[in-house]
């Protein structure tokens, strides 16, 4: 009988989420007995035509090319996995989507009629339907082993939708909001990093993104109130997941307030 197919995809991304894959070296024996590594660039040769049974994809939507490519990809594809920030929400390079895309074209390349980019980045699910989303910058190993195994045994894959808060407390680590006064986006960001950062006396960055039922705007509006300029309220929602639509949506509000408060004064 033979294996179920792997295939691993990369688009704009930095190569962390694949890398994350590569670095389970104690699970990777048990997983190249379960799977053929039909497709991987970063690991083999191997280069099969597909179909696969599953698809990895990294990164986010910034080219034509790209756009056309994915929906070959997903054509290829039985059950498509979006790994990582990137490819769930637009990822760091999502920040394009708030600028002047042609006039950075112009100030950094010679030739700018030659660079083919899209002036938005966008996660995977807006041009191509998919079947599990895991998010994270980067995705963290195990809940990446587990969606796997999941797909492997015909089940729903056991992810967390709770907050960071929830993995501050697990780990005894003092509330950076409460206790030192600093924007944290724990209280909307969705587990799976294990709170590094709380841990180590920094807020929260989102790097996994919004939780269900995320709040934004009561987080926000608290931090202004103790203080906090607008300014670095809407650079905190506007970091790795800032394409994420609640998060995007808080940082629009939050500059638009700012830009009301400057015209009144």
């Known amino acids: 009988m033979s294996r179920p197919t792997l295939a691993v995809w ?23 007995r ?10 083999t040769r191997a280069a099969s035509p597909g179909p696969f049974d ?10 034509p090319a790209d756009a056309e490519r994915i929906v070959e990809v997903r054509r290829l594809s039985r059950c498509l996995v979006t790994i990582g920030a990137c490819a769930t929400s637009g990822g760091i390079q999502a920040l394009r ?14 030739r700018p009629d030659l660079v083919a980019v899209l002036d ?22 195990h809940q990446l082993l587990e969606v796997i195994d999941a797909l492997l045994h015909d089940r729903r894959p056991r992810l967390p939708t709770y907050g960071v808060c929830v993995e501050c407390r697990r ?3 003092a509330c950076v909001l409460v206790s030192r006064g600093l924007a944290c986006l724990g209280p ?6 294990g709170a590094l950062c709380p841990r180590h006396g ?8 919004p939780q269900e039922a995320a709040n934004p705007s009561a987080l926000s509006d608290r931090l202004v109130a103790e203080g906090t300029p607008r300014r670095d309220v809407v650079h905190l929602f506007r970091t790795v997941t800032a394409g994420a639509e609640p998060f995007r949506r808080e940082a629009a509000r939050q500059e638009e307030a700012r830009q009301e408060e400057a015209d009144r004064s």
């Not at 379960?34 to 690991?43: G, I, K, Q, R, T």
């Not at 600028?99 to 950094?108: F, G, I, M, P, Q």
């Open 54 to 63: 599953i698809s990895l994809v990294e990164g986010s939507i910034t080219t």
């Open 120 to 141: 938005r980045s966008t996660p995977i699910a807006t041009h191509v339907t998919v079947d599990v989303e895991l998010p994270g910058c980067p995705v963290d190993r």
């Open 202 to 209: 920094r807020g929260c960055y989102g790097c996994f993104g």
């Open 171 to 173: 780990a005894e680590a």
């Open 188 to 193: 909307v960001t969705r587990a799976g990093c």
């Open 10 to 32: 990369k688009f704009a991304s930095c190569d962390g989420c694949q890398l994350t894959l590569l670095n389970c070296e104690d699970e990777l024996t048990d997983l190249l």
């Open 34 to 43: 379960a799977l053929d590594v039909a497709y991987f660039p970063e690991a």
């Open 97 to 110: 989507n708030t600028a002047d895309v042609d006039e950075y074209r112009r100030l950094v390349y010679p």
